[in-house]
């Protein structure tokens, strides 16, 4: 019988299983997990985990019906032409999925130093932040804040420090960071910029410099690298992780990789990118496993993430790897807020404060590639979806009465244009809705939608007539 195996137990190797059977797989599968426990869901973790509002995250997973045999607590050790193996066992696959995820960096020293990464590690934790206990976070990350706001919100004297000059400096770059510094004071948190970490030891850090700093607990929250060391000796490319490509098929044929622990080639943003989202976990098995049973389809995500921080909710949208123009959208000393990162004028990057309907709108945005009017887009009462710019022009004249085929070039999917009609291009005079639109993609001849049609996704030109 045809056998997948899948290394990883977290929610990416979970979701990979959960396709292969929606999609018909009927081979034997097998997920391999280093942890001992099914896989569960991580973000809240440094959150409800962490205030006690939560003690289990399960993901709740039915082995049993979806007919796969599970072994918990196996390290991937090797990899080798079709047997993958494990500090217990060996097993042989037809195919295979890489889903190992990340495992925390940690500083040097020899003190206890705990990491937030499992939630074996977060109940732990959870039990020592007790009013009053001195807690020391290094890294005022993503994960750092979030941590500090639950500390300090249970009692706990809190103090995060990094070595950079602002908050969040490598994930959203100083200017940006520099916004959230304020909030960290008015919760109660001590926030150390520009300090290094020489070491941890026993009842605190070294700092670099010749200072100390006392703790009765320190957490590293510096980041993650790929857990990928097992590989080494394969014939698996690593390239800031497993290197796949934009179908998440790896150098070796027959195995994929998905999640943290894999990098992809990005068509929207040229370049190969790797990212620690859940929603990356979420719906890149969707295209592995539709690939690995045959399918030729293209992983190139508008990638999402949120952080839930000092009674903000922040969510970002995109990469701004690229950008060369940061625009702000309100004032980032008021209560709500977003940062626009530009390409050439087309949006890329969005991080908003407690603006949900702009995150939603500039989603939608991006994936369409198109232009922004940069002065409306700064107008914070300006819906986003109106600062989009769209490119139209008239192709033929059709030779029946008075009517006119026009065709509007769209940058991207045109679903973000749904909604719209006839009547939002002046030109037109023109109240026509989407079902009566066109749909032509290169050479193809234009076919008319059926009335209960909406826009497909996908790219090209989108025709109308009008009289």
Not at 215 to 238: K, M, Q
Request: with cysteine.
């Amino acid at each position: 019988m045809d056998r997948v195996v899948v290394v990883g137990a977290g929610l990416a190797g979970l979701r990979t299983i959960e396709e292969l059977r929606a999609r018909g797989y009927r081979g034997a599968i097998t997920l391999v997990g280093a942890e001992k426990t099914p896989p569960y869901d991580r973000p809240p973790l440094s959150k409800k985990v962490m205030t006690g509002e939560l003690s289990d995250t399960s993901l709740r997973a039915d082995f049993a019906k979806l007919e796969a045999d599970f072994r918990a607590g196996e390290t991937a050790t090797a990899l080798e032409d079709g047997v993958l193996r494990t500090d217990q066992n060996s097993h042989p696959f037809d195919r295979l999925v890489i889903a190992t995820g990340a495992t925390p960096v940690r500083l040097p020293g020899e003190g206890r130093q705990r990491v937030l990464r499992s939630i074996g590690e977060a109940l732990e934790l959870r039990a020592l932040l007790r009013p009053g206990v001195k807690l020391v976070i290094a890294g005022a990350g993503w994960i750092g804040a979030e941590l500090a706001t639950a500390a300090a919100s249970l009692g706990a004297r809190v103090t995060v420090l990094d070595a950079a000059a602002t908050p969040l400096a490598v994930a959203v770059g100083a200017e940006v960071g520099a916004q959230t510094a304020p909030w960290y004071a008015a919760a109660g948190v001590e926030l150390l910029l520009n300090q290094a970490v020489e070491s941890v030891q026993p009842g605190g850090l070294a700092l670099a410099g010749g200072g100390w700093l006392a703790a009765d607990v320190v957490v590293t929250a510096v980041g993650v690298r790929p857990a990928v060391g097992w590989l080494a000796g394969s014939r698996v490319e690593l390239d800031r992780g497993v290197a796949a490509d934009e179908g998440l098929r790896t150098s070796v044929p027959g195995v994929y990789a998905v999640g943290d622990c894999a990098s992809f080639v990005s068509r929207r943003y040229g370049r190969r990118l790797r990212f620690e989202h859940w929603d990356v976990a979420l719906h890149a098995p969707e295209v592995a496993a539709a690939n690995l049973l045959g399918g030729n389809e293209i992983y190139d995500p508008v990638p999402y993430f949120w952080s839930e921080q000092f009674g903000r909710m922040l969510q970002y949208i995109g990469h701004h790897g690229d950008a060369d123009t940061m625009v702000w959208r309100g004032d980032p000393a008021g209560p709500d807020w977003a940062a626009c990162w530009l390409e050439d004028r087309r949006l890329v990057a969005l991080l908003t404060v407690d603006r949900p309907r702009d995150l939603v709108q500039g989603r939608r945005v991006i994936a369409a590639g198109a232009t922004v009017d940069v002065g409306r887009l700064a107008d914070p009462g300006v819906p986003i979806r109106d600062v989009a710019r769209v490119l139209f022009k008239p192709v033929q004249r059709v030779a029946s009465r008075n009517t006119q085929e026009v065709c509007i070039t769209l940058a991207g999917p045109m679903s973000v244009w749904t909604g719209l009609t006839c009547g939002t291009f002046g030109a037109w005079h023109r109240s026509t809705p989407w079902p009566t639109l066109w749909s032509a993609n290169g050479s193809h001849s234009p076919t008319l939608l059926p009335a209960s049609a909406s826009p497909s996704a996908g790219s090209g030109n989108c025709c109308a007539t009008a009289s």
